[in-house]
């Protein structure tokens, strides 16, 4: 028998109802682990406890219902309220029946205790309220993870997006400096091209006087030659006296003329181009500067065909850097030349200059086909030019307002219509402080 009672745990362990071997007295002989965790029993030493200090139920329905039990081997089931260790109080439907382990041994009582239906019913519906919680913990914790994991994706993404901007920026900028360099590269090349046309001014215009000086100087020569024969023959006449001084009179005279204008010409352009090149400050006359400008430009202009009008007022005392006057005046004259008549037509360029109070105002202006809308915002743009491939740089306007704006002080504008012309208009005041910082071209 006290065998029996210790197998019975390792019997009734597998079970999940909370099962005990009582004696006829309701006395605790064994409990399984379901019902030493329920009932708080010690299976070491059950003995002490007895099942009516676990049932919530009168004494003598408790004696009742342990008779039956005993009485019988078939199970009877009873509805008991048992107080769990934990101190909860829940309904079971506990069955027992009488067994006898051995022959002739005692008989023992063998109850199984299962939760009601009832209690069944509120645990589902805490187990369905435990799984709902458990799920809902579960999606919030993918939830989460999934956040973290955008989390670095869009951080990952960040550093990535960052690092091409970076990259990109970084390319912007070498471009940028590549494209200064290029810049300040052509707008020299600019200012050569019109120290070149200049050469190509005084190479032309000295090539006329100097042309018939040298003309009347072998006619003067062949004259004096013929006299000298004349008279070593010893038949002068008085007339062959008068024909030679005449002869000799206009020729050096037709020299004088010439070679003096040969040297006022280089005077005037070694002016201009020690002005271009010097850079230096100083008092000069709108109205001879711009003669000598525009003389310098007379070969391009007379390959045209255009007429060229020039009123600039006698009297216009500016005081400044005259190489600046010389860049800006040849530079929009010659993109009359080169833009505004299509073709053969010939047109007419007029330049005038004035002074009010004391504002000096230069106008350059062309009755040719005058300039679209839209690009007119855009004219002094660096590179903007509608020649490109066909000579343009789209420089000469841009280093043209550079100049007024920065070296003249002054404003440009330019008005324009297709079809009517265009007309370019400075202003800038006659006396420049020459104190005033100089800033490069390219600082615009
Ligand atoms: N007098 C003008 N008539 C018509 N278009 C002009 C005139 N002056 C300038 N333009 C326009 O302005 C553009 C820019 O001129 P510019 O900066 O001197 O560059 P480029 O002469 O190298 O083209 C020219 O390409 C042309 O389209
Ligand atoms: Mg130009």
Not at 18 to 28: H, K, P, T
């Amino acid at each position: 028998m006290p065998n029996f009672t210790r197998c019975f745990p390792l019997l009734a362990d597998s079970v999940k109802d909370a099962v005990l071997l009582l004696d006829r007295e309701g006395g605790v002989l064994s409990a399984n682990r379901a019902a030493e965790e329920l009932l708080g029993i010690d299976r070491r030493a059950p003995a002490s406890r007895r099942l009516g200090e676990f049932v919530d139920a009168e004494p003598d329905r408790m004696a009742a219902i342990l008779k039956q039990w005993a009485r019988s081997n078939k199970s009877t089931a009873s509805r008991l309220r048992l107080r769990a260790a934990s101190g909860t109080v829940s309904d079971f439907q506990c069955e027992g029946h009488a067994i006898l382990p051995l022959p002739g041994a005692e008989r023992l009582i063998f109850v199984s205790c299962r939760r009601t239906e009832l209690a069944g019913v509120r645990f589902v519906a805490l187990g369905a309220q435990v799984a709902r919680l458990e799920r809902e913990v579960r999606s919030r914790r993918a939830a989460e993870a999934r956040a973290v994991q955008l989390n670095e994706q869009l951080e990952v993404r960040v550093a990535e997006r960052t690092a091409e901007l970076r990259a990109a920026n970084l390319e912007l900028e070498h471009t940028v400096a590549h494209l200064q360099a290029a810049q300040s590269e052509l707008t020299v090349q600019e200012t050569m091209a019109s120290l070149g046309r200049l050469v190509a001014g005084i190479a032309h215009e000295v090539n006329t006087p100097i042309g018939v000086g040298l003309l009347s100087a072998s006619h003067l020569r062949d004259r004096v030659l013929a006299f000298q024969k004349t008279y070593r023959s010893g038949r002068v006449h008085r007339k062959d006296i008068e024909s030679f001084m005449g002869s000799a009179d206009e020729a050096s005279a037709i020299l004088l003329t010439n070679i003096k204008r040969a040297s006022d010409l280089i005077r005037s352009f070694k002016q201009v181009a020690v002005d271009q090149s010097s850079g230096s400050w100083r008092r000069y006359s709108l109205h001879e500067y711009i003669e000598e400008t525009l003389l310098s430009l007379k070969p391009q202009l007379r390959g045209s065909g255009h007429k060229l009008e020039v009123s600039v007022d006698e009297g216009v005392e500016i005081f400044g850097n005259p190489g600046v006057l010389y860049q800006v005046v040849s530079n929009l004259v010659m993109n009359s030349v080169v833009h505004a008549f299509d073709g053969d037509r010939q047109g007419t360029i007029g330049v005038r200059g004035w002074q009010s109070d004391d504002r000096v105002s230069v106008e350059v202006c062309d009755d040719g086909g005058g300039i679209r809308e839209e690009h007119l915002e855009r004219l002094f743009e660096p590179f903007f030019t509608t020649k490109r491939g066909r000579g343009g740089t789209g420089l000469g306007l841009h280093l043209v307002h550079n100049l007024v704006s920065q070296q003249l002080g002054g404003e440009i504008r330019c008005h324009s219509e297709v079809g009517r012309g265009t007309t370019f208009e400075i202003s800038f005041p006659s006396r420049i402080d020459s104190r005033e910082p100089m800033r490069s071209s390219l600082d615009a």
